[in-house]
Protein backbone atom coordinates (compact mmCIF):
# COMPACT_ATOMS: atom_id res chain seq x y z
CA UNK A 1 0.00 0.00 0.00
CA UNK A 2 1.09 3.64 -0.26
CA UNK A 3 0.03 5.02 -3.51
CA UNK A 4 -1.41 8.62 -3.38
CA UNK A 5 -3.55 10.54 -5.29
CA UNK A 6 -4.49 13.82 -5.35
CA UNK A 7 -7.50 14.71 -7.71
CA UNK A 8 -8.61 18.51 -8.89
CA UNK A 9 -7.30 19.54 -5.23
CA UNK A 10 -8.88 22.77 -4.21
CA UNK A 11 -8.35 24.67 -0.88
CA UNK A 12 -8.93 28.14 0.64
CA UNK A 13 -7.73 28.53 4.33
CA UNK A 14 -10.41 31.79 4.40
CA UNK A 15 -12.84 30.67 1.62
CA UNK A 16 -11.58 33.86 -0.59
CA UNK A 17 -7.90 33.61 -1.64
CA UNK A 18 -6.91 30.06 -3.29
CA UNK A 19 -4.05 28.31 -1.15
CA UNK A 20 -4.28 25.24 -4.10
CA UNK A 21 -5.99 25.59 -7.19
CA UNK A 22 -6.84 22.32 -9.32
CA UNK A 23 -4.02 20.74 -7.68
CA UNK A 24 -3.69 16.93 -9.31
CA UNK A 25 -0.68 14.56 -9.23
CA UNK A 26 -0.02 10.88 -8.33
CA UNK A 27 2.43 9.65 -6.19
CA UNK A 28 2.58 5.32 -7.40
CA UNK A 29 3.51 3.14 -4.84
CA UNK A 30 7.00 3.15 -3.33
CA UNK A 31 8.05 6.47 -5.56
CA UNK A 32 9.14 9.39 -4.31
CA UNK A 33 7.52 13.07 -4.66
CA UNK A 34 9.41 16.39 -4.10
CA UNK A 35 7.78 19.60 -3.93
CA UNK A 36 9.36 22.77 -4.59
CA UNK A 37 8.44 26.32 -5.34
CA UNK A 38 8.87 29.59 -3.72
CA UNK A 39 7.52 30.66 -0.03
CA UNK A 40 3.35 30.71 -0.14
CA UNK A 41 3.23 28.38 -2.88
CA UNK A 42 1.42 25.61 -1.28
CA UNK A 43 3.80 23.14 -0.37
CA UNK A 44 3.20 22.83 3.64
CA UNK A 45 -1.03 22.82 2.42
CA UNK A 46 -0.76 19.63 0.58
CA UNK A 47 1.11 17.90 3.43
CA UNK A 48 -1.46 19.17 5.52
CA UNK A 49 -3.98 18.08 3.73
CA UNK A 50 -2.93 14.70 3.60
CA UNK A 51 -2.52 14.64 7.31
CA UNK A 52 -5.97 16.05 7.44
CA UNK A 53 -4.82 19.02 9.78
CA UNK A 54 -8.11 20.44 7.22
CA UNK A 55 -10.45 18.69 5.14
CA UNK A 56 -11.42 19.35 1.84
CA UNK A 57 -15.00 20.35 1.69
CA UNK A 58 -17.75 18.87 -0.90
CA UNK A 59 -16.55 20.17 -4.28
CA UNK A 60 -13.03 20.84 -3.52
CA UNK A 61 -11.49 17.64 -5.40
CA UNK A 62 -10.13 14.34 -3.28
CA UNK A 63 -7.26 13.23 -1.55
CA UNK A 64 -6.88 9.20 -2.48
CA UNK A 65 -4.30 6.58 -0.62
CA UNK A 66 -5.14 3.54 -2.26
CA UNK A 67 -7.81 4.37 -3.96
CA UNK A 68 -9.92 5.53 -0.58
CA UNK A 69 -10.79 8.91 0.18
CA UNK A 70 -9.12 9.72 2.84
CA UNK A 71 -11.74 11.26 4.23
CA UNK A 72 -13.46 7.81 4.65
CA UNK A 73 -10.47 6.54 6.59
CA UNK A 74 -10.29 6.83 10.37
CA UNK A 75 -7.75 9.29 12.27
CA UNK A 76 -6.13 6.34 13.98
CA UNK A 77 -5.28 4.45 10.57
CA UNK A 78 -4.36 7.48 8.57
CA UNK A 79 -1.74 8.34 11.66
CA UNK A 80 -0.27 4.74 10.79
CA UNK A 81 -0.30 4.73 7.32
CA UNK A 82 1.34 8.17 7.57
CA UNK A 83 4.79 9.22 9.37
CA UNK A 84 5.64 12.93 9.14
CA UNK A 85 9.10 14.37 9.97
CA UNK A 86 9.03 17.74 10.83
CA UNK A 87 11.96 20.24 11.22
CA UNK A 88 12.16 20.90 13.97
CA UNK A 89 11.47 17.95 16.11
CA UNK A 90 10.20 18.21 19.59
CA UNK A 91 11.88 15.50 21.93
CA UNK A 92 10.66 14.20 25.07
CA UNK A 93 13.12 14.80 28.36
CA UNK A 94 14.10 11.05 28.27
CA UNK A 95 16.57 8.58 26.82
CA UNK A 96 17.39 8.58 23.05
CA UNK A 97 16.28 5.10 23.10
CA UNK A 98 12.87 6.02 24.51
CA UNK A 99 12.45 8.98 22.20
CA UNK A 100 12.94 6.44 19.28
CA UNK A 101 10.52 3.60 21.18
CA UNK A 102 7.87 6.28 21.22
CA UNK A 103 7.22 5.28 17.34
CA UNK A 104 6.07 2.34 17.87
CA UNK A 105 4.83 1.37 21.17
CA UNK A 106 5.74 -2.13 22.49
CA UNK A 107 9.25 -2.43 20.60
CA UNK A 108 11.79 -4.56 21.71
CA UNK A 109 14.93 -2.92 22.92
CA UNK A 110 16.59 -5.18 19.68
CA UNK A 111 14.64 -3.48 16.99
CA UNK A 112 14.94 0.23 18.93
CA UNK A 113 18.72 -0.72 18.46
CA UNK A 114 18.05 -1.28 14.57
CA UNK A 115 16.36 1.73 14.26
CA UNK A 116 18.89 4.00 16.17
CA UNK A 117 22.00 2.19 13.98
CA UNK A 118 19.74 3.36 10.08
CA UNK A 119 20.05 6.85 11.67
CA UNK A 120 23.64 6.67 13.52
CA UNK A 121 22.42 7.23 16.61
CA UNK A 122 23.18 3.98 18.20
CA UNK A 123 25.86 5.46 20.31
CA UNK A 124 23.60 7.69 22.25
CA UNK A 125 20.83 5.73 22.57
CA UNK A 126 21.04 5.78 26.56
CA UNK A 127 21.80 9.86 26.80
CA UNK A 128 19.21 12.47 27.02
CA UNK A 129 18.85 15.17 24.41
CA UNK A 130 20.53 17.87 26.61
CA UNK A 131 23.29 15.35 26.96
CA UNK A 132 23.07 13.81 30.14
CA UNK A 133 24.34 10.46 29.65
CA UNK A 134 22.35 7.64 31.73
CA UNK A 135 25.42 5.37 31.56
CA UNK A 136 28.29 7.26 32.90
CA UNK A 137 25.93 9.49 34.84
CA UNK A 138 27.55 12.60 33.34
CA UNK A 139 26.22 15.36 31.93
CA UNK A 140 27.77 15.27 27.78
CA UNK A 141 27.49 17.57 24.20
CA UNK A 142 23.45 18.51 23.83
CA UNK A 143 21.88 16.95 20.68
CA UNK A 144 22.59 19.25 17.68
CA UNK A 145 19.49 19.84 15.52
CA UNK A 146 20.82 17.58 12.67
CA UNK A 147 20.83 14.73 15.65
CA UNK A 148 17.67 15.56 16.81
CA UNK A 149 16.14 15.19 13.06
CA UNK A 150 17.84 12.11 12.85
CA UNK A 151 15.86 10.51 16.55
CA UNK A 152 13.03 12.08 14.70
CA UNK A 153 13.91 10.05 11.84
CA UNK A 154 14.47 6.71 13.81
CA UNK A 155 11.32 7.11 15.58
CA UNK A 156 9.62 7.02 11.86
CA UNK A 157 11.84 4.39 11.02
CA UNK A 158 10.42 2.15 13.52
CA UNK A 159 6.59 2.86 13.09
CA UNK A 160 7.47 2.18 9.99
CA UNK A 161 4.63 3.43 7.73
CA UNK A 162 4.00 3.48 3.87
CA UNK A 163 3.62 6.69 3.53
CA UNK A 164 6.05 9.34 4.60
CA UNK A 165 5.59 13.59 4.60
CA UNK A 166 9.00 14.98 4.78
CA UNK A 167 9.38 18.96 5.56
CA UNK A 168 13.11 20.67 4.81
CA UNK A 169 12.03 23.75 5.25
CA UNK A 170 14.03 26.24 7.55
CA UNK A 171 16.92 24.01 7.07
CA UNK A 172 19.15 25.51 9.55
CA UNK A 173 21.52 22.19 10.17
CA UNK A 174 24.95 22.57 10.70
CA UNK A 175 27.33 20.83 7.50
CA UNK A 176 29.08 18.67 9.83
CA UNK A 177 25.80 16.49 10.33
CA UNK A 178 24.77 17.09 6.78
CA UNK A 179 25.73 13.83 5.45
CA UNK A 180 24.53 11.39 8.10
CA UNK A 181 21.01 13.25 7.85
CA UNK A 182 21.18 12.29 4.15
CA UNK A 183 21.93 8.93 4.51
CA UNK A 184 19.30 8.69 7.48
CA UNK A 185 16.68 10.18 5.01
CA UNK A 186 17.69 7.79 2.61
CA UNK A 187 17.27 4.56 4.98
CA UNK A 188 13.78 5.87 5.75
CA UNK A 189 12.27 6.78 2.19
CA UNK A 190 13.58 3.44 0.42
CA UNK A 191 10.81 1.22 -0.17
CA UNK A 192 7.86 4.21 0.58
CA UNK A 193 5.51 6.25 -0.81
CA UNK A 194 7.00 9.84 -0.01
CA UNK A 195 6.37 13.42 -0.70
CA UNK A 196 8.56 16.16 0.49
CA UNK A 197 9.23 19.61 0.83
CA UNK A 198 12.22 19.25 -0.40
CA UNK A 199 15.06 21.77 0.13
CA UNK A 200 18.10 19.64 -0.39
CA UNK A 201 19.42 19.43 -3.76
CA UNK A 202 19.84 15.45 -3.12
CA UNK A 203 16.54 15.41 -2.05
CA UNK A 204 15.34 16.86 -5.31
CA UNK A 205 18.08 15.24 -7.36
CA UNK A 206 16.96 11.86 -6.30
CA UNK A 207 13.24 12.13 -6.63
CA UNK A 208 11.27 10.23 -8.87
CA UNK A 209 9.13 12.95 -9.65
CA UNK A 210 9.37 16.97 -9.09
CA UNK A 211 6.67 19.12 -8.90
CA UNK A 212 7.09 22.71 -8.76
CA UNK A 213 4.16 24.82 -7.58
CA UNK A 214 3.44 28.49 -8.07
CA UNK A 215 0.61 30.36 -6.31
CA UNK A 216 -0.99 26.83 -5.51
CA UNK A 217 -1.00 25.54 -8.81
CA UNK A 218 1.49 22.69 -10.56
CA UNK A 219 3.22 24.85 -12.82
CA UNK A 220 6.10 22.03 -14.12
CA UNK A 221 6.73 18.31 -13.19
CA UNK A 222 9.18 15.85 -14.06
CA UNK A 223 11.94 14.26 -13.13
CA UNK A 224 15.33 16.27 -12.28
CA UNK A 225 17.00 15.63 -15.66
CA UNK A 226 13.91 16.49 -17.19
CA UNK A 227 13.49 19.97 -15.64
CA UNK A 228 17.17 20.32 -16.50
CA UNK A 229 16.41 20.43 -20.12
CA UNK A 230 13.56 22.60 -20.18
CA UNK A 231 15.42 25.53 -18.04
P1 LIG B 1 6.38 28.58 7.29
O1 LIG B 1 6.85 29.92 6.83
O2 LIG B 1 7.20 28.02 8.42
O3 LIG B 1 6.16 27.62 6.18
P2 LIG B 1 3.53 28.40 7.58
O4 LIG B 1 3.60 27.25 6.65
O5 LIG B 1 2.74 28.27 8.82
O6 LIG B 1 4.98 28.87 7.99
O7 LIG B 1 2.98 29.65 6.79
C1 LIG B 1 3.22 29.85 5.43
C2 LIG B 1 2.62 31.14 5.01
O8 LIG B 1 1.26 31.21 5.43
C3 LIG B 1 3.31 32.37 5.60
O9 LIG B 1 3.42 33.33 4.59
C4 LIG B 1 2.38 32.82 6.71
O10 LIG B 1 2.43 34.21 6.87
C5 LIG B 1 1.02 32.37 6.18
N1 LIG B 1 0.15 32.05 7.29
C6 LIG B 1 0.36 31.12 8.22
N2 LIG B 1 -0.63 31.08 9.09
C7 LIG B 1 -1.51 32.04 8.70
C8 LIG B 1 -2.75 32.50 9.19
N3 LIG B 1 -3.32 31.97 10.27
N4 LIG B 1 -3.37 33.48 8.53
C9 LIG B 1 -2.84 34.02 7.42
N5 LIG B 1 -1.66 33.62 6.92
C10 LIG B 1 -1.00 32.66 7.54
P1 LIG C 1 4.47 26.99 1.19
O1 LIG C 1 4.48 25.80 2.07
O2 LIG C 1 4.76 26.64 -0.25
O3 LIG C 1 5.33 28.09 1.67
P2 LIG C 1 1.73 27.30 2.10
O4 LIG C 1 1.07 26.03 1.70
O5 LIG C 1 2.14 27.45 3.52
O6 LIG C 1 2.97 27.57 1.13
O7 LIG C 1 0.80 28.52 1.73
C1 LIG C 1 -0.04 28.58 0.58
C2 LIG C 1 -0.89 29.82 0.70
O8 LIG C 1 -1.79 29.67 1.79
C3 LIG C 1 -0.13 31.10 0.96
O9 LIG C 1 -0.79 32.13 0.28
C4 LIG C 1 -0.22 31.28 2.45
O10 LIG C 1 -0.15 32.62 2.83
C5 LIG C 1 -1.59 30.70 2.76
N1 LIG C 1 -1.64 30.08 4.09
C6 LIG C 1 -0.85 29.10 4.55
N2 LIG C 1 -1.20 28.74 5.79
C7 LIG C 1 -2.25 29.51 6.12
C8 LIG C 1 -3.09 29.61 7.25
N3 LIG C 1 -2.89 28.83 8.32
N4 LIG C 1 -4.07 30.54 7.22
C9 LIG C 1 -4.26 31.29 6.15
N5 LIG C 1 -3.53 31.25 5.05
C10 LIG C 1 -2.53 30.38 5.01
Known amino acids: SGEITFEDVNFSYD ?21 VGESGAGKSTILRLLYRFYD ?29 VPQDSVLFNSSIGYNIGYGKLGSTPDEIEAAAKSAQ ?34 RTLLKNPPILLLDEATSALDTSTEKDIQKALQNLVKGRSSLSIAHRLSTIASADLILVLREGQIIEQGSFKELLAIE
Open 15 to 35: GRTSALNGVSFKVPKGSSVAL
Open 121 to 154: MHDRIMSFPDGYDTKVGERGVRLSGGEKQRVAIA
Open 56 to 84: LGEGQGRILIDGQDIRDVTQKSLRQAVGV
